[in-house]
């Protein structure tokens, strides 16, 4: 798709905004404005770390298959269709890029147990156009999904 094609997936209309702080990085800890969140953030040791708390990686990856989830029950609900059972695992990967950066991979691994391959197959479709980390990381991450 071209930029004069491309789907314009920015919000009209912001109708939540979610505030967190880090401090010290990598090595420190995170914290939201409402206190519900409060973690110790620590390198993993495939990275040189000690792995003594989350990372970023493990957070987007909780974010991601929770709203995609979300995503999934929604058109899933929508379209009359029961998800009782589904879930929706991710796995986030990062790795260095060709521009002496850091980039980030996805795979998003779907249960929908109660449905036939095809109907769930367009259901994944359909809550990946839905699903705002989706709609963010579209062209710019690599995401992969798989129905299992």
């Given amino acids: 798709m071209t930029e004069d094609t491309a789907v314009d997936t920015r919000p009209t209309k912001i109708m939540y905004v979610a505030e967190a702080t880090a401090h010290g990085g990598r090595d420190g800890y995170v914290t939201s404005q409402d206190g519900r969140i409060e973690l110790k ?8 770390g000690d792995g003594n708390g989350t990372n970023p990686e493990q957070l987007f990856a909780a974010g991601y298959s929770s709203c995609f989830h979300n995503a999934l029950i929604l058109v899933g609900n929508r379209a009359g269709y ?3 059972g589904s ?21 998003l691994s779907v249960s929908l147990p109660v449905l036939d391959r095809d109907v769930a197959s367009r259901l994944v479709d359909a809550a990946h156009e839905v699903c705002p980390y989706s709609n963010a990381t579209r062209g710019n991450i690599d995401v992969t999904i798989v129905l299992g």
Avoid at 41 to 48: D, I, Q
Avoid at 97 to 104: I, S
Wanted: glycine share 16%.
């Fill in 82 to 84: 029961d998800l009782t």
């Fill in 87 to 107: 879930t929706v695992a991710a796995k986030v990967g990062i790795g260095p890029n060709r521009h002496q950066g850091y980039g980030l991979a996805v795979a």
């Fill in 41 to 48: 953030v620590a390198m993993p040791p495939e990275l040189g």
